[in-house]
């Protein structure tokens, strides 16, 4: 692993030019490295962080990658991490020209990156940095306690889906304006709804009351405000202490409601166990947004290599050598989703929209698709559009607000579904869809979604660990279960209990499966698991 | 090749009983046939989850030679041992060891032995769907809805590429199947003499990351030293300092690029390593068991290098009758079938022509393995025995296993290997092991033993 040359970093360095003069912002700074195609399956497992702590588990994948490499050889071009300053991997073989392509698709997620408001925790400090630190953490400890850390390494990753990414995130956005005290957020929230009851009617008088002290007497509204609250509810004031007091329970965090009440944790000797989980838990945390804008993220840098490769005079000549890699990268498969081709294609079509003005609701109205069609306000904001969807947007918004028949019936999008032929024993792949609206729901249900687990301490007997699972539609893998659970009982130190919706399939009769494919009857039921000194009991509700 | 008949018509005139003239004759008929092949589905792409794109999988392009996976070997069982010690904690087990299949020609797959394990979650299982349903995924292009616009066999190769391990069946003698868990099997059962350091000059794939390069601007940690150098070597060019012996750092102008950061680099390390030429009488008299015995032995050996050296060994496999040749891999080693005489010498004048000409006496330490049913048509070894004195001028140690049909006994090559000298004034370097064509498998490892403890 070596830095590359100064040749082509120069090539780069032009890259950055030419991307900042189309728009993109990012750091001055990138670490740019050569590795071989052994040092990207060592890195994979470990999310191409060099320094992300030893695991047992990568060891694993290494070797699986290993052997999966052996048997089908393949050779990446590249691949990009956020960290500051960004760092990013590439082999040695490629041409220059080639370089000029990943550079702009490199710059392209660099952008993203530090740009797009899900990355904004990763915006402060350089990850890889931690991560170092983290890695000697363990370290350090594995030689003290020996294979145990892995251990807590594993029920800690076990769990680490179950973290609260947005409670983290929505702090970091709050607009300087919109800040309020926490003795107006009490009266509000929970005094005037949750203890008096107020009717609405009454509540909303007492919300224009607050803003009329306020555009009286801007420093010293909210006091006043509040002397006349106090003159009518005398509690209010030792409600509102009391609440303070209160600890406020973490809900939908598991790694962190462990971290802070696990009396098991908190015991001297196992101290160190949170260090761990927190390890984790940090990041997890820092690899959320990557996954839900997955397809944002590849359309954008397939977006923009293609733009500014196109128009870069140093690539003269290889212009065909460009369409036949773009053209694997950003093509459509027959049958499968690529979403390279499908946010690059997204991309495009916003940018259309906002030029010709279609992102309005002269255009949302209407109906008529000839007149949908050849709309034209020639508003010319593709670039402002794109930009401010870019910086907001992640993978279910995007998708969710964009796709719709115009754009499915554009680029001859379907659904394909899969089923059998008992007869000849094949699997057939047909048409099973044309309709935008299943079309963008097939790509919903692909996307990242953990599930909606919440702690509800007051449910648990006797030092019990109660969690929720809100039914989504969906059930838990149920194999899984019983390992996790062990990892989140031997954390609490007590048992644990998941309450959960299980799938009852009823195999209908007479069906012969293949013509119009029949549905089975599927209804749920509540479920609740017990996990008590490694044991599972299971008891329908 | 030189013509068998000529030589045995030679060799009659020299004076040959009648019997061993019948048997020479029976050698000449046989074969040999290899083949590999490489195949993928239809759709490879129908059930690849949204995650498994990405920069690397998709701005793919050129092929490049594959890494063998036995380079890891020690890797794994350091795993599988963590494996049973979980068992004992109180947790189950977590680790398969499992295999990948790439189908091939008339059912000869290519196999590698991979470990996999599962990360359990509470994740949503998408799976509860109708019977029959296969799933949806996205797709472009014509067709009406309802259309087929595909097919695929449900039984076919069995596997997608790359699919769970575990699954599928070996070649009987498929060597990437079953070495593994052969050399830790074996290991368990006997040691071998350490290994000498010798030439430390191939590195081998063990990897740290560490704060090695240096770059100006930007990187992880800050290398005070050298950053506190560049400032003085700026501010020398700039003027800032007349007098070295009288330093006054106020004046100094820092510039971001004087900044030097330590940033993370790969570090090598090095380990010794270990040649195997493993060596196989093939001519017409090694048919049936007595082929099957050595060959089983030296799966064995090669099993348990593999194991052993993790991976830091390389073999060569040298075929002879009366003359010798190399082949590429041990499946055409197993596998090949000739008619014709034999002689010995050929295959060792052959290994001191390879290894003096690529001079691998320096770097490795060597290891000769050679089977035989005995029969040698240069009765006494005048051939053999000075190529041999020659290999053990370099080698850690050779095995000669002669596996001796029903009725005969007490062989040519056996007869003058006893009668050179050489198995009792060189015992660390030369090892002879006899048994009887019906040796069962335990008697096979016990001659390993032999010729290698």
Redesign the interface.
């Known amino acids: 692993m070596e830095l590359i040359n100064q040749h082509t970093k120069a090539i780069m360095e032009g890259c950055k030019e030419r991307a900042r003069a189309a728009g993109l912002t990012f750091t001055d700074e990138s670490l740019e490295y050569i590795v071989t195609n052994r040092d990207l399956i060592e890195l994979s497992p470990k999310v191409m962080i060099p320094t992300l702590y030893d695991y047992w588990v990568h060891d694993v994948e290494v070797l699986r990658g290993k052997g999966e490499y052996e048997l089908y050889p393949h050779n990446p071009y590249e691949t990009v991490i956020n960290t500051r300053p960004p760092i990013s991997f590439y082999n040695d073989n490629n041409p220059d020209w080639l370089n000029v392509m990943i550079f702009y698709h490199v710059l392209g997620h660099i952008d993203f990156f530090q740009n797009n408001l899900y990355f904004r925790h990763t915006w402060e400090y350089d990850f890889t940095g931690q991560a170092l630190s983290d890695k000697r953490v363990i370290a350090k400890l594995r030689a003290e306690k020996g294979r145990w850390v892995d251990y807590i390494l594993e029920f800690a990753r076990s769990i680490d889906n179950l973290v609260a990414y947005h409670d983290e995130l929505s702090p970091l956005f709050m607009a300087p304006e919109t800040a309020t005290s926490s003795r107006l957020d009490y009266y509000f929230d929970v005094f005037l709804q949750v203890e008096k009851k107020l009717p609405v009617g009454e509540y909303l008088k007492e919300v224009a009351r607050y803003n009329g002290a306020i555009a009286q007497n801007r420093e010293e509204g909210e006091r006043i405000f509040f002397a006349e609250v106090t003159a009518k509810y005398p509690e209010m004031e030792a409600h509102f202490t009391k609440s303070q007091n209160v600890k406020r329970v973490e809900r939908r965090d598991l790694m962190k409601f462990l971290v802070e009440n696990s009396e098991f944790l908190a015991r001297d000797e196992n101290q160190w166990m949170r260090s761990v989980l927190e390890v984790v838990r940090k990041t997890s945390i820092f690899f959320q947004p990557q996954i839900r804008t997955k397809i944002m993220n590849e359309g954008w840098a397939s977006y923009w290599h293609e733009k500014l490769f196109l128009v870069d005079d140093r690539i003269k000549g290889h212009e065909v050598d460009f369409a036949r890699v773009h053209a694997g990268v950003t093509s459509m498969p027959r049958v499968g989703m690529n979403p390279y081709a499908l946010g690059m294609r997204l991309m495009y079509q916003l940018k259309e929209n906002g030029d010709k003005g279609k992102t309005g609701y002269e255009f949302n109205r209407l109906s008529d698709r000839e007149q949908r069609k050849h709309f034209d306000a020639a508003a010319g904001k593709g670039d402002e559009y794109l930009f401010k969807i870019r910086s907001n947007y992640c993978d279910y918004l995007f998708i969710k607000d964009f796709i719709d028949q115009d754009f499915t019936n554009r680029y001859d999008l379907f659904v394909t579904g899969k089923r059998l032929d008992p007869q000849r024993m094949v699997w057939q792949y047909y048409v099973k869809s044309r309709d935008a609206n299943d079309y963008r729901d097939m790509v919903l249900a692909s996307l990242y979604h953990p599930p909606h687990i919440e702690i509800a301490p007051e449910r648990g007997e006797e030092g019990m660990l109660y969690l929720v699972h809100h039914f989504e539609g969906k059930q838990l893998v149920s194999e899984y279960i019983a390992n996790t659970l062990v990892g989140i009982e031997y954390l609490w130190g007590a048992p644990v209990q998941l309450e959960t919706s299980e799938a009852v399939i009823e195999q209908q009769r007479g069906s012969s499966g293949r013509e119009g494919v029949e549905e089975p009857e599927i209804t749920w039921q509540r479920v609740v698991y017990t996990m008590k000194e490694k044991v599972l009991s299971r008891q329908i509700l | 090749m030189t013509n068998p008949e000529r030589y045995l018509e030679e060799l009659k005139a020299k004076g040959l009983a009648p019997e061993r003239e019948a048997r020479f004759r029976e050698e000449l008929a046989g074969r040999w046939q290899i083949s590999t092949a490489d195949r993928r589905g239809p ?1 490879p ?2 059930s ?4 498994a ?17 036995q ?2 070997m020690k ?2 069982d350091e ?1 599988l041992e ?1 494996d049973r ?1 979980r068992e004992k ?4 087990r977590k ?1 398969r060891v499992g295999r ?3 189908p091939g020609k008339g059912g000869k797959g ?1 196999i ?15 799976t ?1 769907r ?26 076919e190769t069995g596997e997608e ?2 699919q769970g ?1 575990g699954q599928g069946e070996g070649e009987a003698h498929e060597m990437g199947a079953s070495a593994y868990e052969l050399g830790r099997v074996l290991t368990e059962q006997f040691q071998l003499p350490n290994l000498k350091e010798k030439g430390k000059k191939r590195s081998f ?1 063990r ?1 740290i ?1 560490d ?1 090695t ?1 240096r ?1 100006r ?5 800050l290398d005070k030293k050298a950053t506190l150098r560049k400032i003085v070597e700026t501010n020398i060019s700039l003027g800032n300092l007349p007098d070295p012996a009288d330093m006054d750092p106020t004046r100094f102008l820092i510039s971001p690029r004087d900044k030097v950061y330590r ?4 570090e090598k390390d090095y380990e010794p390593q270990a040649m195997v030429f493993f060596l196989r009488d093939y001519s017409g008299s090694m048919a049936g068991k007595v082929t099957e015995l050595v060959a089983t032995q030296h799966v064995m050996i090669y099993s348990w290098l593999l194991y052993q050296y993790a991976g830091q060994v390389e073999s060569r496999f040298i075929l002879h009758d009366t003359e010798a040749k190399e082949v590429p891999d041990f499946d055409t080693y197993y596998n090949s079938r000739v008619a014709g005489g034999t002689e010995v010498a050929s295959a060792y004048k052959l290994v001191n022509e390879i290894v003096e000409k690529e001079n691998l006496a320096a770097d490795y330490n060597i290891y000769v393995f050679h089977g035989t049913d005995g029969d040698d048509w240069d009765t006494g070894g005048d051939k053999s025995i000075p190529e041999l004195v020659k290999i053990l001028s370099y080698v850690s140690r050779m095995g000669v296993t002669i596996a001796e049909h029903a009725g005969t006994q007490w062989t040519e090559v056996a007869r003058y290997l006893e009668n050179s000298g050489l198995l009792r004034d060189k015992p660390d370097l030369l090892r002879m092991d006899i048994m009887h064509e019906d040796a069962e498998e335990a008697r096979v490892i016990e001659g390993i033993k032999r010729l290698i403890s």
């Open positions: 759709f792409d129908f690849r989850s949204l995650y794109w990405h920069d690397l999988a998709v701005l793919q392009d050129q092929e490049r030679v594959p890494n063998p996976y380079l890891h890797a794994l795993l963590r010690q904690d109180g947790f189950p680790i990948l299949i790439k290519k590698v032995v991979v470990p996999s394990t599962e990360e359990e979650k509470l994740i949503h299982d998408p509860i109708p019977p029959g349903e296969g799933g949806s995924t996205g797709g472009s292009g014509k067709g009406e809805e309802g259309e087929v616009i595909g097919e695929q066999k449900v039984r590429p790359g391990p794939t990897y990351y704060l390069d770059n601007g930007s990187g992880q940690v940033i993370f680099s790969q």
